[in-house]
């Protein structure tokens, strides 16, 4: 049982190029959740999608897109990388239950130099 | 002030102690609080997950939760090497989802 996969696991990236983070669940979860982590500062929540056809805003959403292709994939893109998007990049993923746990992939390392 | 206050360390103690990780917040509307566990270069796994005030014990691991005080704790008895990781605390209400900083724990042997 795989959980949440995240791909790629490494990317280096030039300022102004652009990429697409995916992300996919196999636990039939309804909630998908793209977050960063940066030193000293946690997780922080960049875009969330509820269910199927929906997405929003988190804490830290400039710069990013999200799309909910279906409900096992969210991908995360970065439309113009600058280097404050440096970053360990975490999917998760969760019951529509507003209590649940989430569950997180092994995150994407990104370095835009 | 941040909604979520961990102490970062790093801790470092001998193999066989106990260890204590603890959390402060200041939003009381949080209802539901966890703990994870991150090695490095992989993702948070979760470890505990409690609602209520009180302990809750799993193996080595006992979770606290003072409501009251918008404190939390998470407990390691006989400390083991494999349990030097990132510990991240969370705390949840609805969609509003919440974590600290991390503290890194290191168990020599």
């Known amino acids: 049982n795989a959980g949440v996969t995240q791909t790629p696991k490494f990317q280096v990236l030039k300022t102004g190029q652009s990429m697409t983070l995916q992300c996919a669940q196999d636990m039939n979860h309804n909630s998908m959740y793209w977050y960063r982590q940066d030193p000293g500062m946690g997780l922080r929540l960049i875009y969330y999608?509820?269910?199927?056809?929906?997405?929003d805003k988190g804490e830290v959403p400039n710069g990013y897109n999200v799309s909910r292709l279906n409900k096992r994939e969210f991908s995360l893109r970065l439309e113009s990388a600058a280097p404050s998007q440096t970053s360990v990049y975490f999917c998760?993923?969760?019951?529509?239950?507003?209590?649940?746990?989430?569950?997180f992939g092994n995150g994407t390392r990104l370095t835009v130099t | 002030q941040k909604e979520v206050e961990q102490d970062p360390g790093p801790l470092s103690v001998p193999e066989g102690a106990i260890v204590s990780l603890n959390c402060t917040y200041s939003n009381s509307a949080f209802q539901y609080f966890m703990w994870y566990r991150q090695y490095s270069r992989k993702g948070p796994e979760l470890l505990m997950y409690?609602?209520?005030?009180g302990n809750k014990e799993d193996g080595r691991f006992t979770a606290q939760v003072d409501k009251s005080s918008k404190y939390i704790s998470l407990f390691i008895r006989d400390s083991q090497p494999s349990d030097s990781a990132t510990y991240l605390c969370a705390m949840r209400w609805n969609n509003d989802m919440r974590f600290g900083a991390g503290t890194r724990l290191t168990v020599k042997p």
């Open positions: 409690t609602y209520s005030s």
């Open positions: 998760a993923s969760g019951t529509d239950r507003g209590n649940s746990p989430l569950h």
């Open positions: 999608s509820a269910s199927e056809g929906t997405t």
